[in-house]
């Protein structure tokens, strides 16, 4: 299987899914992915942590402009909450390497909201 590379592409698995055409102000394209070696885990976000094993489910946006992910980098309050790292995602046709937003520590150890 060959495995492409999405510069402009982001697997999304947390709020992302429901509020990413609101914070970019469009609709984007999307196909389901998977991501092996993943699980995810909340505190007050949503995040991923590698787990031998697991598997997250959730979807790669396509075609992200500079403005977009602009955007999306503010939101994901990079560097403070998350960075931004490539992963290799699982989709429809074959393996799909494209951005993930990772969580700091600091995302990790915030408390969720009560």
Do not use: Q
């Given at each position: 299987?060959?495995?492409?590379?999405?510069?402009?592409?982001?697997?999304?698995?947390?709020?992302?899914l429901?509020?990413?055409?609101?914070?970019?102000?469009h609709?984007?394209?999307?196909?389901?992915?998977?991501l092996?070696?993943?699980e995810?885990?909340?505190?007050?976000?949503?995040?991923?942590?590698?787990?031998?094993?697991?598997?997250?489910?959730?979807?790669?946006?396509?075609?992200?402009?500079?403005?977009?992910?602009?955007?999306?980098?503010?939101?994901?309050?990079?560097?403070?909450?998350y960075?931004?790292?490539?992963?290799?995602?699982?989709?429809?046709?074959?393996a799909?390497?494209?951005?993930?937003?990772?969580?700091?520590?600091?995302?990790?150890?915030?408390?969720?909201?009560?």
């Amino acid at each position: 299987m060959t495995m492409r590379h999405a510069s402009d592409a982001l697997f999304v698995y947390g709020s992302l899914l429901e509020e990413a055409t609101e914070i970019l102000g469009h609709p984007v394209d999307v196909v389901p992915a998977r991501l092996e070696g993943f699980e995810r885990r909340h505190s007050r976000y949503h995040y991923i942590v590698r787990a031998d094993g697991a598997e997250t489910g959730g979807l790669v946006m396509l075609d992200l402009t500079d403005e977009d992910w602009r955007r999306l980098d503010a939101y994901e309050e990079v560097p403070d909450l998350y960075t931004r790292e490539e992963v290799e995602v699982d989709i429809y046709d074959g393996a799909l390497r494209c951005w993930a937003y990772l969580p700091t520590a600091k995302c990790i150890n915030l408390k969720a909201y009560i």
